[in-house]
């Protein structure tokens, strides 16, 4: 049982607009840590997609954007391409656990 | 950019010891940075094992705490994970990861390509 909890899955059409929620608690998200998300093809390395709730890496794509209110964070991917389909993963920090906390992970799948 | 590495081997005896190494290419180990082990069970999610800074500082997960080590090599730029008295449940990908660590930011910004490890007699 995954800290931060996110749906299983997701799906949406080339070109719809997607979101992945990733709700925590008071010790971890709702304590104002802040929340990262991660992509993951299987078989490669989890690549960093935002930090710090809002903020993407260089390269990132601005169809990526992440947001953060209460215990809770989203994810919104716009412009869905076949390339997107993934896990994603929202990770942040436990003050009770001392340490990083992810969510289960959600497929993403591109129809 | 920096790059990591993980080495060690694929395949560890029940109530072994599991070791892997990961290299650091491209930047210092002895940055201001944390570095980290994080791993993936089959079918599963991601989960943070530990960290360590550069001083020898370490973190580590509550339940494996009894079980894990996690060092660094300054000379050779590498740190290391050795986890013991291992079992199923300890099949997973290894990943090693920058950490970086800063008030309420605490982010993985670089990984490893991932190495499987698994348990088996």
């Known amino acids: 049982q995954s800290v931060l909890t996110q749906p299983p899955s997701v799906s949406g059409a080339p070109g719809q607009r997607v979101t992945i929620s990733c709700t925590g608690s008071s010790s971890n998200i709702g304590a104002g840590y802040d929340v990262h998300w991660y992509q993951h093809l299987p078989g490669t390395a989890p690549k960093l997609l935002i930090y710090?709730?809002?903020n993407r890496p260089s390269g990132v794509p601005d169809r990526f954007s992440g947001s953060k209110s209460g215990t809770s964070a989203s994810l919104a991917i716009t412009g869905l391409q076949a390339e997107d389909e993934a896990d994603y993963y929202c990770q942040s920090y436990d003050s009770s656990l001392r340490g990083g906390v992810f969510g289960g992970g959600t497929k993403l799948t591109v129809l | 950019q920096v790059q990591l590495q993980e080495s060690g081997p694929g395949l560890v005896k029940p109530s072994g010891t599991l070791s892997l190494t990961c290299g650091v290419s491209g930047g210092s180990i002895s940055s201001s940075n944390w570095w980290s082990w994080v791993r993936q069970p089959p079918g599963k999610g991601l989960e943070w094992i530990g960290e360590i800074y550069h001083s020898g500082n370490t973190n580590y997960h509550a339940s494996l705490r009894s079980r894990v080590t996690i060092s660094v090599d300054k000379s050779n730029n590498q740190f290391s994970l050795k986890l013991s008295s291992v079992t199923a449940a300890d099949t997973a990908l290894y990943y090693c990861a920058r950490l970086i660590a800063v008030s309420v930011r605490y982010y993985f910004d670089s990984w490893g390509q991932g190495t499987l490890v698994t348990v088996s007699s």
């Open positions: 710090g709730n809002n």
